[in-house]
């Protein structure tokens, strides 16, 4: 049993930073895949940014790119969203997410490991 759990949202103001974590415990040596996903009412959950376990490679969506990082701790079974230049549209609740038998996907179904959320609110 792996469980996830995510710490770090917050209310700031648009153009503040936040770094959200996610600890993973339990069997987690089979996680190949980490992302962030998010999601408001009424949508689905949308890909942030995802790194994988053996080469450490990032992916990063566009409304993103250039503004976050995403960052593995494999030896602590931790990975981190910071987020820059926060903007209002990236309110949202963010999930920490894990893939346990693929490479990185950008739609959330495939995942099979999620956290509980944490709530990121961006004021204009």
């Known amino acids: 049993q792996v469980q996830l759990v995510e710490s770090g949202g917050g209310l700031v103001q648009a153009g503040d930073s936040l770094r959200l974590s996610c600890a993973a415990s339990g069997r987690t040596v089979g996680i190949y895949t980490m992302a962030w996903f998010r999601q408001v009412p009424g949508k689905e959950r949308e890909f942030v940014a995802a790194?994988?376990?053996?080469?450490?490679?990032?992916y990063y969506a566009d409304s993103v790119k250039g503004r976050s990082t995403i960052s593995r701790d494999n030896a602590k079974n931790t990975v981190s969203l910071q987020m820059n230049s926060l903007k209002p549209e990236d309110t949202g609740v963010y999930y920490c997410a894990g893939r346990t038998y693929g490479s990185v996907s950008y739609e959330h179904r495939e995942y099979d490991l999620w956290g509980q959320g944490t709530q990121v609110t961006v004021s204009s």
């Open positions: 790194a994988i376990r053996s080469s450490g490679r990032t």
